[in-house]
């Protein structure tokens, strides 16, 4: 049987059911193809040959004149079976099957999807799918999604799996198109009926352009491998994790959507949380916490500093703290007096660091850094959160970042207050210069507890040896 | 007693404290009251006089050659008595004190503040701090706050409240830098030591130009009367409440921010979920409840339609509701056949409306048109949420938006996935013409879900008289 890396790797694509119309999926994929830059092989597949962007459509897949290491077909359910025996017959190793139409829609559907299940099993083929976009990898250029474009073939080290259609192609796009979230490869698993998530997710973990792995799942069929896989998964890089279904309206969607089947979900959470990965209940936390661990070390352990300019917005950080399980350092004499250098009011050496008024005596950058400094160097303090008022764009943290180069042996973030111009500016500087920037100091604590428990889990993982 | 609107309403400012260096919080004031042409006379008082910003300095309150109303304070603790009593000569009516150094920051402090509290009780006149940014008023151009900016005094219809020194300032000008978030009234009230929050939020709710109310409180003094005025306030309009010291750690931390006394943070709960205030924890909900309330009508129900390109986005945004407390809705027959005219596959009838594969024979925009009139015309959907793929950026959203205006009788939010420039153009579009679009729909539910809230509180005060 081949190996999920091996397609992963594949040289040359043909896409069956490739259309004349250039507006269809198949067709756009061909383009697609062409443009981002796959340095292998691609034909398209059309009984009617012709031709589209100017590729030649060939009749059957017989008539492709190399071999053809992935098959993705875009062809109705009825006729995939007979496909994928010609697929066989040509030596494919893998396919993709991006049509819809399979077990979530019903009693016929799942009978084709049988099918499909038996000739992959008696052919050795390996396939993802049904009901999915499919494959990426950046490391080749290869993509099975028609929404791609030459940015989200830009090689990262996010690998992201999904248990959806259109999702991962969706999620990838926008990943690929942030400021240092590209990807590494991109697995879009439909209805599962060969690949399922343990195989991903035990690729991914071997993969070694690959420093993350984030999951979309609506249903684990073996909890007990799930569980084992992604212990040794989360051993190795951080594994976060979003999964729909978590109601009971949920999962009735998701039947229909990937012919899920429903997980009590407390059992699940408790498995997730056994394993030690990473569990975010939607996107934009998804987001940020990858940020959080692509662009900063672990914390050793979960006393956080606060530095403000708002005694409001640093309160409001201390509750979202407190209620995740982390605490608010107490700082050294030395980090005190460090501090009153700057700041002179006698209660601002206190955590938080109330940034005003003192700050207009000496100016934000040199007051942040030197706060920075003596926060960086206190072993009582696991992390810092700067939250600053967006004033002047990007330009007041152009000598804090060169000052930070080097120094971030702490997880260090930023949350910016402001216009929302001078908001996007300076979030986008620091960003660039891979300091994770929120909007709100809360998302940073919540990244930073999320980073805590893994550092702890992972910690123990390694005493246990 | 003056009333707070009295002095909300001031013709005339001076600044107390007005420095000749330019970059001084004195000085900045007097240019950004001539900036954002507040109709007023505007006076600068320094005892050593010269000028600043082209406008001279007067060596003493009384030297300024017209009546003042308002006296903003710009200077140290220990004189900010006696300058009171100058203020009470003149004929003052109503003072902010920015100063800080109060009771928030031990017994010196509140002695002061005891002094302050003695004058202001005896001479009648109100007063806003001690600690804070102050009052905004953009129906007359007035600001106390020196990071004020043009577009911060362009009027708009959320009135907020905080008790706060700066964050008050920057929360306004964050949010008056958004499209369609802009503001009526900004109160400070900083340590409280006259206007509180009862009686600033009794202003708002009288206001007409205030549509919809935000607070930041630290503490409330008088649980029973602030349940009372807020019971009042939220049967005229909306009002949402940040609070900082839900936590031991944060309340202690809000002492020395504002000199707030503790209260139990579930007491607290009772009493605004009694009053029917909506609270929200982060700042990033707060601005997307603020959309969602300012932009739609209230939902008649709790039942929600999903459209959707991506099942596993609707499959979340299920799971999302369901944890809210909404439901999903059941379509009428004559929906699903309404639907069907563009939604061929069996299934599609169904909620969530699923877009693909159908959505690619007859466009994006008549497709989304006809499936929002069939469920804008269905009396049992009463709100939905449009997951979208963004992709041309806002063009595919013009007919939409053609359709849509005069229409939108039940709720209707958008979210977009694709990449950050295709969701950035969409959305400013879309919100442009008051239809809320969030990033991700979990957002758009929580929002939904508040609304629904406050539209049954609000329609049982009605009921009951």
Redesign the interface.
């Known amino acids: 049987m081949r190996s999920v890396r091996e397609i992963l790797e594949s040289r040359s694509v043909a896409v069956i059911g490739a259309s004349r119309d250039p ?3 198949g067709a756009q994929l061909l383009n697609v193809l062409k443009k981002v830059g796959f340095g292998g092989q691609v034909a398209g597949v059309n009984p009617q040959g012709g031709e589209v962007f100017e590729m030649p459509l060939y009749r059957s897949l017989e008539e492709v004149p190399f071999p053809v290491d992935l098959a993705v077909l875009h062809i109705p359910p009825a006729v995939v079976p007979a496909a994928l025996k010609e697929c066989a017959r040509k030596g494919v190793k893998g396919v993709v099957i991006s049509a ?2 399979f077990a979530e ?2 009693a016929q559907g799942a009978q084709y999807q049988e099918e499909v299940r038996a000739i992959l099993r008696s052919t050795g083929m390996r396939g993802f799918g049904p009901n999915t976009l499919g494959l990426v990898n950046t490391a080749t250029g290869l993509t099975t999604s028609y ?1 791609s ?1 030459s ?1 989200m073939l830009q090689p990262g080290s996010i690998g992201f799996v ?6 991962v192609g ?2 990838l ?2 990943l690929s ?2 400021e240092g979230l590209q990807i590494s490869k991109g697995i879009g698993l439909g209805n599962k009926v060969d690949v399922d998530e343990c195989e991903a997710l035990a690729y991914l973990m071997e993969d070694e352009q690959t420093r993350i792995i984030g999951m ?1 799942l ?1 249903d684990v069929r073996d909890g007990r491998r799930f569980l084992e896989v992604a212990k040794k998964a989360t051993a190795q890089k951080p594994v976060l994790l ?1 999964k ?7 999962a009735r ?2 039947a ?3 012919a899920s089947l429903a997980v009590e979900d407390s059992v699940f959470e408790g498995a997730v949380r056994q394993a030690g990965v990473v569990r975010l ?4 936390e998804f987001i940020r916490t990858l940020k959080g661990f692509l662009y900063m070390p672990l914390p050793r352990g979960g006393r956080i500093a606060l530095v403000t ?8 950080s ?6 995740e399980g982390l605490q ?1 350092a107490r700082f050294t004499e030395l980090t005190r007096e460090k501090i009153s250098r700057v700041i002179s ?3 601002k050496g ?1 955590n ?1 660091v109330d940034l ?2 003192d700050m ?1 005596a000496h100016g934000f950058e040199k007051t942040a850094m030197e706060i920075l400094g003596a926060l960086l160097e206190d072993d009582g303090v696991d992390g810092i959160i700067f939250i600053a ?1 967006a004033i002047f764009g990007a330009e007041p943290y152009r000598p804090i970042i060169d000052f930070l180069r080097g120094r971030c042996h702490k997880p260090v973030f930023f949350s910016l ?5 001078d ?1 996007e500016l300076a979030s986008a500087f620091l960003e660039e210069n891979r300091v994770p920037c929120y ?2 100091p ?2 940073a604590v919540r990244v930073l507890a999320r980073m805590r428990k893994y550092a702890q889990m992972e910690g123990e993982w390694k005493r246990q040896g």
Chains 1, 2 share one sequence.
Do not use: N
């Open positions: 507006l269809k999926p819809e139409g829609t019903g929404y474009s940015r999904a248990q959806s259609g259109i999702f969706a999620l796009r926008y198109s942030l979309y609506e979003m729909g279904g978590r109601t009971k309206e949920g969607a998701s229909s959507h990937t209940l939607a996107i934009d300019y708002s005694g409001a917005q640093a309160i409001m201390i509750d979202a703290a407190v209620e608010v009011t006698p209660s206190q938080p005003f008024p207009l008022f207050l402001g216009t929302q111009k908001m909007e709100f809360e998302m």
